[in-house]
């Protein structure tokens, strides 16, 4: 196990930016930076043991400091989309910025967790603390928090991302990664023709602006049915009404799990590599995007990337939850602990 350090550019502040490379005995590794406790690279072997770049992303800074699609990011302190922009804690109303229509997604474009520098430690060899303060009022949210993003990589050839935090008002806080995944390597086109299954046997239908109406719909006999593995592009375009509203799969999936112990809740393979990714969460539901929105521009090594060329599984709460009182609230109370942990373990089938 090691971790490695090197200069990956200065931010137009001039603050200097380092990329960490947290590899295990195996050769898995991931690489990740201290602007917008980004996600850069994860390299997985295959079915033959060659490694290849499984994420989509950037090879220098001045593209992650735009970064509109969220390559890699963290994302707080919300993320997903809250409706209008606009919520209430304790009798108090807070807005936001309405950077998605008329409602706020993953807190901010330009001021979002995505655009800040954090500060980072190396707690040992297999970990990178990166660590954050969010004044009262950051962003709109009520509270200063202190907030750790941790990137750890075990001999199990698992990614493990640990949130935490802790704020002195009642707050949101709902963080999660922004990865896009294409198991046969970032510069393979189309991510289509991977297979999903999901522990999960309801969604929550989006209106007209991708908000979550209040209906938790069950996913039998329908294109969002993933209880059993799937190729995901085999029902993507399918005459939906859901499928319609987000141009494909970028929806929220309500977990079967008791939303206490990290369990798994997601599988992602590959046939062609023989890759296969289990997802492992504590958190009450996932977003699947399958990277409808990526419009084509130059990715790593010179890749020019396209529509669904990678597939996200970012765990969270329910989007909007603040304002829908069916679902659990992301609500961090004052001097409480906010903790939670994804993991992605890589296997070859």
């Given amino acids: 196990m090691s971790v490695t350090t090197r200069s990956f550019g200065k931010t137009g502040k001039g603050e200097e930016v380092t990329l960490y490379r947290i590899e295990n005995s195996k050769g898995m590794a991931a690489e990740v930076i201290d602007f917008g406790a980004i996600l850069v690279s994860l390299f997985v072997a295959d079915r033959n043991g060659k490694f290849d770049d499984v994420i989509l992303g950037y090879d220098t800074l001045d593209k992650y400091l735009t970064n509109q699609f969220f390559f890699g990011a963290t994302i707080g302190r919300n993320a997903n989309r809250i409706k209008n922009a606009h919520f209430t804690i304790n009798g108090v109303e807070y807005t936001l910025e309405k950077n998605w229509r008329e409602s706020n997604l993953h807190s901010s474009t330009e001021n979002g967790y995505h655009k800040r520098m954090f500060k980072a430690e190396i707690p040992d060899d297999n970990s990178v603390r990166l660590n954050l303060f969010s004044p009262d009022q950051d962003q709109g949210f009520p509270g200063n928090l202190n907030v750790s993003v941790t990137y750890r ?150 890749v020019e990337y396209g529509k669904r060329c990678g597939v996200c599984l970012e765990t969270q709460f329910v989007p909007n939850a603040i304002n829908e009182p069916r679902f659990k609230a992301p609500l961090l109370k004052a001097g409480e602990k906010y903790r939670s942990v994804t993991k992605y373990c890589f296997n070859c089938e």
């Fill in 153 to 302: 990589v075990a001999e199990t050839n698992t990614l493990e991302i640990e949130y935490e935090g802790i704020s002195d008002a009642d707050t949101i806080v709902n963080m999660t990664n922004h990865s896009y995944f294409n198991l046969s390597g970032h510069a393979s086109g189309s991510a289509m023709n991977h297979k999903l299954w999901l522990k999960a046997s309801s969604f929550t239908p989006a209106d007209e602006n991708d908000v979550p109406t209040g209906e938790i719909a069950s996913v039998a006999s329908t294109p969002f049915d993933f209880t059993q593995p799937q190729v995901i592009g085999a029902r993507i375009d399918d005459d939906h009404e859901q499928l319609r509203i987000a141009g494909g799969y970028d929806h929220n999936f309500i977990l079967d799990t008791t939303g206490v112990n990290c369990e798994q809740i997601a599988i992602l393979s590959d046939e062609a590599s023989g890759r296969r990714m289990s997802v492992y969460s504590d958190m009450p539901a996932l977003q699947f995007y399958a990277g409808n929105y990526i419009a084509p521009h130059t990715g790593k090594g010179g």
